[in-house]
């Protein structure tokens, strides 16, 4: 499986085809409309790095979800929201893909591993936490706008272990055999990895996910009600109150699914990402703005849906997925 291809033209799908494609990989971008991908096969995705001034312009082979070439053999990487996640989207896909393709899901949240490997029988699947930052600036342009690290781990994992920035994890490094199809990871990391993104191998994937859920399931929430930047969050003793209440809440119903980490180190660093995203609108905060649906569902609605599964109480999480629920849409 020598092609890549990337499914969703928002920020992360557009920086990742970009940067694939300067790096020399084959790669093409499945976009949702038939005006996007055009666009892009006119223009090309302008690109405006953290390493150059102004923006480029990277050609790329780019098809509308309905329109791509079928059947694909190589890696997908899905870069889709959540909320683009539906059951016709998931037949569509098992009829385009061939049995051997690999899928790369970059989703926030949890809950969206289990669909894919449900109704793609028989594909890799392996799940990416990434802290890339990338805003849309346009139809076919992407800014990056922060350098971040990315995981990769086969889906379902193995047993919790350690991660790895070398090749050892999942991927069979070192010469070693792996079975059939439990080198996706590593082949994705190698092809990240070439086209200038820090990337690690983990074989506790479904621990990582969680971790990014802890903060997601924090900023983005209140964010979203408040209607405030990331680096607002903590910024009143009240705020604070209540983020503390909704990281505790959401860290003891992960712990009770397995989930082993410390408390205070997971505060400090949820503070950290306050910090150092502080002037972005979180994506939630995005989708409430633009009066798209949020994916809140995925998110403290996931939690909830854990709580109930360990005969647990979530009420902080069932507020404020009620609250984000209940926003008027403009
Ligand atoms: O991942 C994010 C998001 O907005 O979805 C954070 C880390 C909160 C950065 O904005």
Redesign the pocket.
């Given at each position: 499986m020598g092609e890549a291809a990337i499914l969703g033209g928002g920020a992360i799908g557009m920086l990742l085809g970009a940067k694939l494609a300067l790096s020399g990989c084959a790669v093409q971008l499945w976009t949702r409309t038939e005006e996007q991908a055009r666009l892009i096969r006119e223009k090309g995705v302008r690109l405006a790095s953290l390493e150059e001034d102004g923006e480029i312009s990277v050609p790329m082979r780019a098809f509308s979800f309905a329109e791509a070439p079928a059947p694909f053999s190589g890696i997908l990487l899905v870069c889709l929201k959540q909320t683009a996640i539906t059951d016709e989207l998931l037949r569509e896909l098992d009829r385009k893909l061939a049995k051997d393709a690999g899928l790369v899901l970059f989703q926030?949240g949890i809950g969206h591993a289990e669909r894919f490997a449900a109704a793609l029988e028989g594909r890799r699947i392996a799940a990416a936490v990434t802290?890339e930052?990338a805003l849309r600036t346009g139809e076919s342009s992407v800014r990056h706008t922060g350098r971040g690290e990315t995981w990769l781990g086969l889906w379902p994992g193995a047993a919790a272990g350690a991660d790895s920035s070398a090749g050892g994890a999942n991927g069979g490094a070192g010469g070693q055999a792996s079975p059939a199809g439990e080198d996706l990871p590593r082949r994705a990391a190698e092809m990240l990895k070439k086209a200038g993104f820090s990337v690690h191998l983990s074989n506790s994937i479904r621990d990582r996910m969680f971790k990014?859920l802890l903060?997601?399931a924090v900023?983005?929430p209140l964010?979203a009600l408040w209607r405030i930047r990331?680096g607002d969050l903590p910024g009143s003793p009240e705020r604070l109150a209540v983020m503390e209440a909704l990281h505790r809440e959401t860290f003891g119903i992960l712990r009770l699914h397995g989930f082993e980490a410390d408390w205070r180190e997971l505060w400090e660093e949820l503070l950290r990402?306050c910090e150092k995203?502080a002037c972005?609108?979180?994506?939630?905060?995005?989708d409430v703005l633009g009066g798209r649906a949020t994916?809140i569902d995925a998110l403290n609605g996931a939690v909830c849906r854990l709580a109930r599964e360990a005969g647990a109480g979530a009420p902080w999480n069932e507020a404020v997925t009620a609250l984000v629920k209940a926003i008027p849409t403009p």
């Open positions: 926030n802290t930052a990014k903060i997601n900023i983005n964010t990331n990402v995203t972005n609108r979180s994506s939630m905060l995005q994916e």
